[in-house]
Each structure stands twice: as structure tokens, then as C-alpha cells.
């Protein structure tokens, strides 16, 4: 109960921008109105602008109207309690742990564009799982970029971990032959590799995700165990492009959704629900290493209806 109490807390203040833009729209639309359909446009409109996407808003709706008609719903101040209960619903109690290996290293390939936040993203991972008494290395597959290296380096100092990396432009899949490697012979619990910014329609990109893949099935049985794709929630739709366009690309397994509390459009997780049925497994709430949350639906939508500031 203790962490149920502790990701609403979390999630209330992440989720501040978004409370402030359209959730306070409906908070201040709804008390004392009679539900009528210039009520339900209006309300379409705001979770719309929530980037709440335009499928769940419609279903939204169609729920209201059809509550409405049955005598369900009457009352503007009804039409919250039904938005957080049909919410919840949209997650089934899908498996959002990340994926551990039995024996040897756990792998945990991630991926995403430049600028979504990925370099700071790993640091988060890497400080939860050293927070669960697991080892971590880093291995910098971003050869492209000498500043993508770099800032791994400095988080990999800060979090006092090893990292594996190779030349400047040299083949991302021998950085991470040789990251498997040094996990094995050091017995490392999780190596995460990090990989250039790319996206889907970048051919040769995508082919050398494929070739790293490759790479370390052979040395690691059932690597990578993960492929997280970072997501930058303030991007709204191209967000959810991206992940559209990562899950039929990179076979990703979980979501890490970045900066979620620089935006006003938190809707975007419920978005990426409707678009794809990649779980979002983390959340990025914060510029530090302790601003990392594990996606739980219920606490979520909870704090996202929050009251007060």
C-alpha cells in the first residue's frame, strides 16, 4: 500500500502541467451543468487537446452518451468518476516488469530518436536496478556521436558503474560483442547498451539495431532480454508516431516514457495505449536520477484527477 501511496504521490506533482491545462478545463466545466450535447463536445474537446487520442476520446464519448441515454449520467460532476473508472479499465493487469534473465546477464537493448532523452533515461534504469542490488554496465553503441559516449561516460561515473565502448565511428554491434563479454567475465547482473538515435525510415540505422540484436543473441542466450523505446512525452503525436513506427521496427518490449513532467498533454500515455500494445513499463518525472517511476495505470489516472495544484 506504502508504493501504491508513493506512485500517486509521484505522479500527482509529474502530472502537474497536465492537471493545470485540461484536466482543470474539466474540473472547471463540469460542476453545476446538466449533460447535453453542447456539455459532451465540449468535453470531447478538451480530451482531445489532452492528447488523449482520438479513438479512447471517441469511445469516451460514445460511453457518455449512451450513460446519458440510460439515465446513468445526469450530472457534469458525474462524468469525472466515469472518465477515471473507464480509464483504469483501458490496462488489464499486462506484465510491465522488466524482463530479467534466470542466469547470466540481463540485457536491456534501448533505443529511440535523438532528444528524447535516452542518455538520462539509462541513468534512471541503471540507478533502479542498483536500488534492487543488481549490477549494472553500460555499453555506448552510439559510435555516431562522440557527445552520446560522453554523457554515458559521466553518468557512468556518477553511478559508479563500468562502461564498455569502442572508436568513433566504429561498428556499434562490436561495442556490444564486446559489452557482452565483459558482463559475462565480470558476472554483471543487467548490461544496458545504449544505440543511436534513429527512426524507422532510416534503413541503414535499423539495420544495425538488427545487426547488435544479432550479435548478442549469440553471445547471451535470450538477449536482449528487453528493448525499451524512449519516448519524449512532451513531442505529443510524433511521440506517438515514434512508437507506432518502433514497434514493427525494433521489436520493442516496453515503453520508457521521458519528461513526462514537462508537459501539459500527460493524455499521451493513454494514447500510446490505444495506438499500440507495447506496455509503458517506466516514466520519466524529473531531471534526476530518483525521478523515475514504475507505470502503474490505477495511480496514474488517480493523480492525473487530482485536486489542487
Known sequence: MALIKSAFSRFRTGLG???????????SLLPGRAINDELIRDIERLLIQGDVGVGTTARLIDGIKADHRDGKLSRGEDVLEYL?????ALWPNDDRELRLAAEGPTV???TGV????????????????????RSVMLGACDTFRAGAVRQLEVWADRLGVEIVKGQQGGDPAAVAFDACQAAMSRRIDVLILDTAG??????????????????????????????LLVLDATAGQNALRQAQQFSDAAEVTGIFLAKLDGTARGGIVIAIKEATSIPVKFVGLGETTDDIEPFDPDAFVEALFAEGD
Not at 534513429?198 to 538477449?223: C, F, N, W, Y
Open 84 to 88: 477515471k473508472r473507464e480509464l483504469k
Open 198 to 227: 534513429r527512426l524507422h525510415t532510416q534503413d541503414p540505422l535499423m539495420r544495425q539495431l538488427s545487426k547488435i540484436r544479432s550479435v548478442v543473441a549469440r553471445q547471451i542466450e535470450g538477449a536482449p532480454h528487453e528493448t
Open 114 to 133: 535523438n532528444g528524447a532523452g535516452k542518455t538520462t533515461s539509462i541513468a534512471k534504469l541503471c540507478a533502479v536496478l542498483q536500488g534492487r542490488g
Open 17 to 27: 502541467r497536465t492537471r493545470k491545462g485540461f484536466v482543470f478545463g474539466l474540473r
Open 108 to 110: 536491456i537493448l534501448v
